[in-house]
Nanobody
């Protein structure tokens, strides 16, 4: 059974940083591209970043240059390093195997506010 557990969110001031983690289990993590999504209050869930291999990544234009997606296949963990955070980054962040219909996890709340 696929399990994805997000963590690392919190309250941070504008310009601050956070690192999110996604602990994966129930499948061979290294064989899947992985993605981060987010959903802000009153908005639809949107794509944030994708990693296909250790060096092949894609980002939404809104986070390009500020966020970095990475993975540790030995630890079955996906990461999202978020720098220069803005209030508009406030959302619940989710991870998912790219291109699948995996159930969404509980996500981790990121709030950017002074």
């Amino acid at each position: 059974q696929v399990q994805l557990v997000e963590s690392g969110g919190g309250l941070v001031q504008p310009g601050g940083s956070l690192r999110l983690s996604c602990a994966a289990s129930g499948f061979t993590f290294s064989m899947y591209a992985m993605s981060w999504y987010r959903q802000a209050p009153g908005k639809e869930r949107e794509f944030v970043a994708r990693i296909m291999s250790l060096t092949t990544t894609n980002y939404a234009d809104s986070v390009k240059g500020r966020f970095t997606i990475s993975r540790d296949n030995a630890k079955n963990t996906l990461y999202l390093q978020m720098n220069s955070l803005k209030p508009e980054d406030t959302a619940v962040y989710y991870c998912r195997r790219t291109g699948t219909n995996d159930s969404w996890g509980q996500g981790t709340q990121v709030t950017v506010s002074s």
